[in-house]
């Protein structure tokens, strides 16, 4: 009886170990990417976007285990505040107060969970918005919660 005992707590212990173990391998603790290098995205560090027009943003958004949604949010940088997250430096005009900025906040659920997307979103500016620098800032939140940013900075012009 004894020896059935040990071997049971035995069989315990290691089936224990061997479901944290499961546990642990399938959290996710890395964060998505949010890639602009390809010759089809868009907008990039320094790009320019007339008032008045439309442009369509993109992106390649991946993740290792599930994407779940991105953001846009495009504000003006007309204080010269910073939050990029690009290398390049763009020329910045002088600061100026707004009259009538260009504004955009805009959230998108990604279907189907996948692990790559290729995100597109249709963006038109308006031709009356204070032309100037903007920042362009992309967020990308997989399933589990972890999320990245990239802040662009652009122009618009006349």
Same mark, same amino acid.
């Given at each position: 009886m004894q020896t059935l005992k040990k071997y049971g707590i035995i069989a315990f #212990?290691? @089936?224990?170990?061997?479901?944290?173990k499961k546990d642990k391998e399938s959290i996710d603790t890395e964060k998505p990417t949010i890639? #602009? /290098?390809? @010759? =089809? @995205? +868009? !907008?990039? &560090?320094?790009? &320019?976007?007339r008032r008045?027009? /439309? +442009? =369509?943003?993109?992106?390649?958004?991946s993740d290792n285990v599930a994407l779940g949604s991105y953001s846009?949010?495009?504000? %003006?940088?007309?204080? %010269? %505040? /910073? %939050?990029?997250t690009e290398v390049e430096e763009c020329t910045l005009e002088p600061?100026?107060? !707004?009259?009538?900025?260009f504004v955009l906040v805009k959230s998108v659920n990604i279907p189907g969970q996948p692990q790559q997307y290729d995100a597109q979103f249709q963006i038109d500016v308006p031709s009356d918005v204070d032309p100037g620098n903007y920042h362009f800032m992309i967020q990308v939140t997989d399933q589990s919660g972890w999320s990245i940013q990239r802040g662009i900075s652009v122009r618009i012009i006349e």
């Open positions: #212990i290691a @089936a224990s170990a061997i479901a944290c890639d #602009i /290098s390809a @010759a =089809t @995205a +868009f !907008p990039k &560090q320094c790009s &320019q976007i008045g027009s /439309s +442009f =369509t943003f993109r992106a390649k958004l846009i949010d495009v504000h %003006h940088n007309f204080d %010269h %505040h /910073s %939050h990029s600061i100026k107060k !707004p009259v009538k900025p």
